[in-house]
């Protein structure tokens, strides 16, 4: 008899427990995939367009692909007012009646080269000493 009704003080106490759990409000976040692309903004009438966001490039031996502003252009699709000139490693040449414009995937960097005497084997031993140095 102790038995049955420690069973069924179990089950109260359970019952109890999941319908406080259900009432109580949920604080968990939505999760965002991180790998989506950003959506777009939609702009009010009048309002001034944000400039274009190159957000990918997509390289292979038979396409040239990007994604501006979410959305997915090739060479010669248009962009807004803008056609694609060029889809290069780096940026995105658009071309419109004001000229061209370059979206770089990286804004604010730059490739340069570095100038090291010895060929190959000499760049190797001194990008290994800049990186021991640091």
Do not use: K, M, N
């Given at each position: 008899m102790a038995e049955?009704?420690?069973a069924i003080r179990i089950c109260a106490i359970g019952?109890?427990?999941c319908t406080a759990a259900a009432a109580l409000p949920a604080h968990a976040q939505e999760l965002s995939d991180p790998t989506r692309p950003a959506t777009?903004?939609?702009?009010?009438?009048?309002?001034?367009?944000?400039?274009?966001?190159?957000?990918?490039?997509l390289i292979?031996?038979?396409?040239?692909?990007?994604?501006?502003?979410?959305?997915?252009?090739?060479v010669?699709?248009?962009y807004g007012?803008?056609?694609?000139?060029?889809?290069?490693?780096?940026?995105?040449v658009l071309r419109n009646e004001k000229g061209m414009q370059t979206l770089r995937l990286f804004p604010g960097i730059e490739k340069r080269a570095v100038a090291v005497r010895g060929g190959?084997?000499?760049?190797?031993?001194h990008n290994n000493i800049e990186k021991h140095k640091e």
């Open positions: 049955h009704l420690t019952s109890l427990l777009a903004v939609d702009v009010a009438p009048g309002a001034q367009a944000a400039a274009p966001v190159l957000q990918s490039i292979s031996g038979t396409r040239r692909e990007a994604i501006i502003g979410a959305q997915l252009v090739r010669g699709d248009r007012d803008a056609q694609i000139a060029q889809i290069l490693e780096d940026r995105v190959f084997d000499a760049a190797v031993r």
